[in-house]
């Protein structure tokens, strides 16, 4: 259970959650709402799914999108922008996984879905928040994982776009410096209801919290982490 203490404030500011109804996408959401700041929450899938756990209140404004598609990234983005004026924040929260296959095993379908929600949705959020984010100094975050330093057997795709997570970023805080600050960060397993139920015998206490990690997020957005830019910070708990 998080013990979090800190205190950010992001008043006036705006922020794009997205993956905003998964386990990490809502505490990010809540995390930021807490610090006062009007959180667009962006996912394909809505708050009234079934499996979604986002619960909107008045300062979290709900945007339907497939951020695989570049069009509908752009369009979801120039919306934000018509209903709130400017982009503070981007948090890059989409993500999924797959795993247990070797490479001469895995199916193209599987790494093109995690490439597209992994990679792709990052790199495509980016590209069309920058020039709003500029305007304000803003920050981009997004999750990359412990699991993307090194190869492994079993889920090497996901590694591998997780990996690729942590080289946009560097390369986004190189092509923005001065202008839009870019950080990662890198969690171990994450507590949440499907990794809980995918790993049921793990031992869940070495797990990290969804609010932990939504909190260094926020830390990497705030005047705290002014000089911070292009990092991969690890967010690993107790595991």
Same mark, same amino acid.
């Given at each position: 259970?998080?013990?979090?203490?800190?205190?950010?404030?992001?008043?006036?500011? *705006?922020?794009?959650?997205? $993956?905003?109804?998964?386990?990490?996408?809502?505490?990010?959401?809540?995390?930021?709402?807490?610090?006062?700041?009007?959180?667009?929450?962006? /996912? *394909? &899938?809505?708050? !009234?799914?079934?499996?979604?756990?986002? !619960?909107?209140?008045?300062?979290?404004?709900?945007?339907?999108?497939?951020?695989?598609?570049?069009?509908?990234?752009?369009? &979801?983005?120039?919306?934000?922008?018509?209903?709130?004026?400017?982009?503070?924040?981007?948090?890059?929260?989409?993500?999924?996984? #797959?795993?247990?296959?070797?490479?001469?095993?895995?199916?193209?379908?599987?790494?093109?879905?995690?490439?597209? *929600?992994?990679? %792709?949705?990052?790199?495509?959020?980016? %590209?069309?928040?920058?020039?709003?984010?500029?305007?304000?100094?803003?920050?981009? &975050?997004?999750?990359?994982?412990?699991?993307?330093?090194?190869?492994?057997? $079993?889920?090497?795709?996901? #590694?591998?776009? %997780?990996?690729?997570?942590?080289?946009?970023?560097?390369?986004?805080?190189?092509?923005?410096?001065?202008?839009?600050?870019?950080?990662? &960060?890198?969690?171990?397993?994450?507590?949440?209801?499907?990794?809980?139920?995918?790993?049921? /015998?793990?031992?869940?206490?070495?797990? *990290?919290?969804?609010?932990?990690?939504?909190?260094?997020?926020?830390?990497?957005?705030?005047?705290?982490?002014?000089?911070?830019?292009? $990092?991969?910070?690890?967010?690993?708990?107790?595991?």
């Amino acid at each position: 259970m998080s013990t979090a203490t800190i205190e950010f404030d992001f008043d006036g500011t *705006v922020a794009i959650v997205t $993956g905003a109804c998964g386990a990490l996408g809502s505490a990010t959401v809540s995390q930021f709402r807490a610090a006062g700041a009007t959180v667009c929450a962006v /996912d *394909v &899938v809505e708050p !009234e799914d079934d499996d979604a756990l986002l !619960e909107p209140d008045a300062g979290t404004h709900f945007y339907q999108a497939d951020l695989t598609e570049e069009s509908a990234v752009e369009g &979801v983005i120039a919306d934000i922008l018509e209903d709130h004026g400017r982009i503070d924040h981007l948090l890059n929260v989409a993500g999924t996984w #797959r795993g247990g296959s070797p490479i001469e095993e895995t199916e193209t379908d599987e790494v093109d879905l995690l490439l597209e *929600v992994n990679l %792709k949705t990052a790199m495509l959020a980016s %590209k069309h928040a920058l020039p709003a984010l500029r305007e304000q100094e803003g920050a981009i &975050v997004s999750v990359s994982a412990r699991s993307g330093l090194e190869g492994g057997a $079993g889920d090497g795709p996901y #590694r591998i776009t %997780k990996a690729g997570i942590r080289i946009l970023t560097e390369t986004l805080a190189e092509e923005n410096r001065g202008e839009v600050r870019a950080n990662c &960060v890198m969690p171990s397993v994450i507590d949440t209801p499907m990794n809980r139920e995918m790993m049921a /015998d793990a031992d869940h206490d070495t797990w *990290v919290d969804p609010e932990d990690i939504a909190e260094v997020m926020a830390f990497l957005c705030s005047e705290g982490a002014s000089v911070t830019s292009g $990092g991969s910070i690890p967010v690993y708990g107790e595991a």
